[in-house]
């Protein structure tokens, strides 16, 4: 075993041990998890239970909290009490008219900390609005000096908490998934060119085999997360059906190359299929479910991997986990086609 | 012989462990949402790595099993 001819699988191995142990140990930025109680009405003071994740808030004196109305009115918390490093007791004077025509206004929380930045919960109270004309009118307190965390951590996302981290291994085998079926795809026109050229079609077979065990692996990862936090393995969802029916078209590949005893048949048969699979997972994948809403993070109407979505801490780890699965696939396809080799070597053995 | 033994043992193994990363997630939610909806879900992260090795290494032993069946027929001409 030489290294010149396999560097890549040491790389492989090495940029996965790195995903692992940068994908497990990184931590994720503070965030605030729940405040209570999430429903207030203007015309009193108001005092909320916060709790928060991975935050210091005894160790920042200069703690400040606002309610965000909307993108140019906020207000100022009144007293913060600081229980623990994650527990906060927050103030507003509510007894005021809100800046809002809604009966029941959503409110945002920002929390801002020189030691952790700032963190913000989006619609975390609701504010029934009495419409009280005695209530002295609404004074607008700006964001001034906001802090952002700039060490290496993982965004803290809702819904999503530690999770985030899956993005290393459920979303990096199905874009792995992706480069493997194209090459699949590639060698299959290739065979069909050239129907003499067995090797295409053995490769074409292997690397749409691995990207098989890719789909299977990314559909049951997905299942697992969901039953974590949506709590159901598989939900009626666009995304997660377009995914199986995928995965189920590529099942077909082989179900037709296996039961078509025409040797040749199958084989071109098979190829052509292939392709069919591989132009109907782009729709499937990649199209249909942003069309529509999803509950699968980064869908409903966003692509996931731009702006907010995707920060460059998570690049750091995202990218070599790519790279890494793409290698273990292609290293799996090879094995898968040499042993294609061997028994193509066995059959003309046999006919001498 | 052994090997195979062996390989039929390993495979019933990871499959009882796949079985178990899903029924610790069944039983977990059974005796209450404190586990399953434990703040941060690292244990989630777990299972999805369990899940991606298991499903790997079940790829391994299908190619181990095809390399041994052509072993055997090298060996017996």
Not at chain 2, 37 to 47: C, D, E, L, M, P
């Amino acid at each position: 075993m030489s290294i010149k001819n396999n560097w890549w699988k040491i790389l492989a191995a090495v940029m996965m041990i790195y995903v692992i142990i940068a994908g497990f140990l990184i931590p994720l930025k503070p965030g605030i998890l729940t405040v209570s109680p999430t429903y207030i009405k203007n015309g009193e003071n108001t005092s909320i239970k916060v709790q928060a994740y991975n935050a210091n808030y005894d160790k920042e004196p200069n703690l400040r909290a606002w309610l965000k109305f909307d993108s140019t009115h906020y207000l100022a918390s009144s007293q913060i009490e600081v229980l623990d490093h994650n527990n906060l007791n927050i103030s507003f004077n509510l007894n005021t008219q809100i800046p809002t025509t809604d009966t029941i206004a959503p409110v945002s929380l920002i929390i801002d900390s020189s030691v952790d930045g700032y963190s913000l919960l989006p619609g975390a109270i609701s504010i029934k609005n009495t419409f009280d004309p005695s209530l002295p009118a609404f004074t607008n307190s700006a964001l001034s000096d906001m802090h952002a965390w700039t060490g290496i951590k993982f965004p803290f996302r809702n819904i999503l908490y530690e999770t985030i981290r899956n993005t290393f291994f459920h979303v990096a085998i199905w874009m792995a998934l992706f480069l493997l079926s194209t090459i699949a795809a590639i060698y299959s026109i290739l065979f069909l060119r050239d129907p003499t050229k067995l090797a295409y079609e053995h490769r074409a077979y292997s690397f749409t085999a691995v990207s098989l065990l890719y789909g299977m692996i990314g559909l049951a990862t997905g299942a697992v997360w969901a039953r974590f936090t949506w709590g159901a393995y598989w939900t009626n969802d666009v995304r997660l059906n377009m995914a199986a029916v995928s995965v189920m078209i590529y099942f077909a590949y082989f179900i037709l190359r296996g039961t078509i005893t025409d040797q040749d048949k199958s084989k071109r048969f098979a190829a052509a299929f292939n392709i069919f699979a591989y132009v109907a997972m782009i729709p499937l994948l990649l199209v249909i479910p942003r069309l529509t809403d999803s509950l699968h993070p980064g869908v409903g109407g966003n692509p996931a991997f731009s702006g907010e979505d995707l920060d460059n801490t998570l690049r750091m780890v995202f990218y070599p986990a790519i790279i890494s699965m793409i290698l273990l696939g292609v290293w799996m396809a090879q094995i898968r086609t040499r042993i294609f080799k061997i028994e193509e070597r066995r059959l003309l053995e046999q006919e001498l | 012989m052994t090997l195979e033994f062996s390989i039929g043992r390993m495979k019933r193994r990871a499959l009882s462990l796949l079985l178990f990363v899903f029924s610790f997630t069944q039983i977990q939610a059974q005796s209450g949402d404190d586990f399953i909806r434990s703040t941060g879900k690292i244990y989630a992260v777990v299972a999805v790595v369990l899940v991606l090795f298991l499903g790997i290494l079940w790829y391994l032993f299908r190619l181990d099993k095809k390399i041994k069946h052509l072993e055997n027929h090298y060996n017996n001409e």
